[in-house]
């Protein structure tokens, strides 16, 4: 009886702190309205919660913006209760939007791969499921190279060829509900942003201080 409630209480815990334990899902008006520059580019990448991955690409240096979404499958109208299923093919994505004059897509694709575990199939931890695979969209065969070359170059200096990321032709974001915007800036106290999203930001600050905005 000990083991069935420890594995219980485990199996608990990992729910409750877990991207998708989320319920609320009232309407939120947006903190600010983004302009789009002529000179900005974006990029799109999935790696686990993107509440989590928005937070990170917006405290980098030459990102102007990070929207939360959904990319990668073949659904009309993906929304987050229907990608939870891992029906729709989609996985969680952030819309990078940037200055190439400040940060290049090389240094955008540094800063994917260094902030999370790009080993993990379908999941970074506690979230697990196709909807938090790790993916790097690309839109041109420029950005297409620099992806592989740092995949390549990672395998062989970092992860001894485990990599499991998925280099993918990017077709179409759909923009997610306006509750997951800005997430972790707009519930600091929120139990997953508390236990998840702030420490992998802290552990992602500590690796690359040289990329932050106000460094």
Not at 9 to 27: P, Q, R
Not at 142 to 160: P, S
């Amino acid at each position: 009886m000990n083991y069935i409630k420890r594995i219980f209480l485990c199996c608990f815990a990992i729910t409750l702190f877990s991207c998708f334990s989320f319920t609320e899902k009232k309407a939120k008006k947006p903190i600010s309205e983004f302009t789009i520059q002529k000179d900005t580019k974006v990029a799109y990448f999935a790696s686990g919660c993107f509440w989590c991955v928005e937070a990170i690409f917006e405290s980098v240096a030459g990102v102007e913006e990070a929207v939360s979404g959904y990319a990668g499958g073949f659904t009309k109208k993906p929304t987050y209760n229907t990608i939870g299923t891992g029906a729709t093919g989609h996985a969680e994505t952030v819309a990078v939007y940037y200055n190439p004059k400040k940060v290049s897509f090389k240094t955008l694709v540094a800063v994917f791969f260094g902030s999370h575990d790009p080993t993990t199939k379908n999941g970074q931890h506690p979230d697990y499921g196709s909807q938090y695979r790790s993916i790097a969209f690309y839109e041109n065969e420029d950005e297409k190279a620099i992806i592989n070359n740092a995949i390549t170059y990672l395998n062989k200096e970092v992860f001894d060829n485990k990599i499991v990321t998925e280099v993918t032709k990017f077709k179409k974001f759909h923009k997610a509900e306006e509750y997951h915007q800005d997430f972790e800036r707009r519930n600091p106290n929120q139990g997953y942003v508390r236990a998840v999203s702030i420490p992998r930001l802290n552990r992602f600050k500590k690796k690359f201080p040289e990329l932050l905005k106000n460094k």
